[in-house]
């Protein structure tokens, strides 16, 4: 059962051939026999997922409708409420925090008979490239269990990775779908920005975040974007536009895609040979290349740190030790509960972008820093929408190499140039999708990275489809998790 898609797994279980309490169970066990050693999961919810199970096979002995996640396993990046399971987004602060209400994306799926059935690792409050952040543990890449999954959504990515769940949603930000999913194999899709609601979301960067799906395939993809792409009044920020039709195709013809050669002019030679092949696949599909100057980019990672720490210290303001989370308990004062309750309950990265955050929104230093931040980023975007004016989508590397060994990187500046090829979509709010492209010498995956133009959700699914058809990478199974 592993080796299949989810949407294989429903139409199976529609069809009779097997149960979701078979299902579910398979999952579970897989769980229990891997899941310790990757440190993806905070949370299994073993006996509500075979309950939902339970439902499902009477409902489909009494020939009730089914939904089209029906008897699909999924877990849940541990910043997503699911109503009466905990929240923690993998911090000391909310270890004993319990989600009050669903998120929409939740209560969709719900609706769709979906099973939860975990809670996966991540770094703490999302902040992090490597899944090293997190209070509780780091989380291990599939493929190479001393290296990194990538971040901040590496517990859904490593899951979905090592075939432990079909699904996992996750949270891009700034990268923290797709470079997880091009250093674990998979598929990682960040929607345009108000396409997905982010009503329960726990935020990071309010402007920047968005939930998006992990899974082995865009089949499952698009199957997961029909059903979370709902307009939802609870979000301010939700596109108002029903859900889209996510038909695929096979092949790229008459499709026109940029590539910013200047802009990846140093990239590793294997990655810069894996990334041409890729081009070179697309080509045969029916695609032309284009050369496009998307120059900018490279005020991309200045620019979304100084804005995403910015909205991180406003967001994060609101964990005081008064109203939810950790209290220290030998404060004195109400200042004392402030104070140490944050220095308790905060991790150091965290505390090291509220700082950050802070100073940026400084009266001294908000024109030098924020306000000309913000100037830069209409800057990209309008670079991103003339280079659209010459091409339907753009083509780069999702990551400029393949999963580091955890513990490698210890310089700031170097774990945020993880993201220099993912986070100027969030900059724009573009949909773009990380694909697996093929493997490095230590057989780790690398991965191709689709941008399109906001709206154009549908064609970089589309097309992402052709290219994983003909490329072939997407049923690998890494061989510490292809046993049963």
Known sequence: MKAISALQIREAFVLGKVSAQEITEYFLKRIQKHGKKLGAFLEIFEEKALAKAKELDIKRGKKQPLGKLAAIPIAVK??????????????????????PFSSTAVRLLAEEDAIFIAKTNMDEFAMGSSTETSAFFPCRNPWNLNC????????????????????????????????PAAFCGIVGFKPTYGRVSRYGLVAFGS????????TTNT?????????????????????????????????????TIGVPWNFLKELQTEVAQNFQTAIEQLKSLGATIID????????????YYILSTAEASTNLARFDGIRYGIR??????????YDLSREEGFGKEVKKRIMLGTYVL???????????????RTLILKNYEQAFEKCDLIAMPTASTSAFALSSIQDPLQMYL???????????????????????????????QLIGPQMHDVNVVQYAHAYEKAAGFSNHISPFFNNE
């Not at 400084?362 to 830069?376: E, H, P």
């Open 362 to 376: 400084s009266s001294g230093f908000k024109d030098a820093y924020y306000k000309k931040a913000q100037k830069v």
């Open 78 to 99: 541990d910043n997503i409420h699911i109503q009466g399971e905990r929240t923690s987004c993998a911090s000391k602060f909310l270890a004993n925090y319990i989600a």
């Open 328 to 337: 220290y308990r030998d404060s004195k004062t109400l200042e004392d509960v």
């Open 418 to 448: 993880q993201d220099i090829f993912t986070v100027t979509a969030n900059l724009a709010g573009l949909p773009a999708i990380s694909l697996p492209s093929g493997f490095d010498k230590d057989n780790k995956p690398l991965a191709l």
């Open 207 to 214: 402007s920047f975040d968005q939930i998006g799906p992990l």
């Open 292 to 303: 496009i100057d998307l120059d900018f980019l490279k005020y991309g990672i200045a620019t």
């Open 219 to 255: 089949m499952d993809t698009a199957l997961i974007m029909e059903i979370l792409g709902h307009p939802c009044q609870k979000d301010a920020t939700s596109i108002d536009l029903i859900p889209e039709s996510y038909h695929l195709r096979e092949d790229c013809k008459g499709l």
């Open 148 to 179: 990194s999954p990538g971040g901040s959504s590496g517990g859904s990515a490593a899951a979905v990775a090592a075939r432990l769940v079909p699904i996992a949603l996750g949270s891009d930000t700034g990268g923290s779908v797709r470079q």
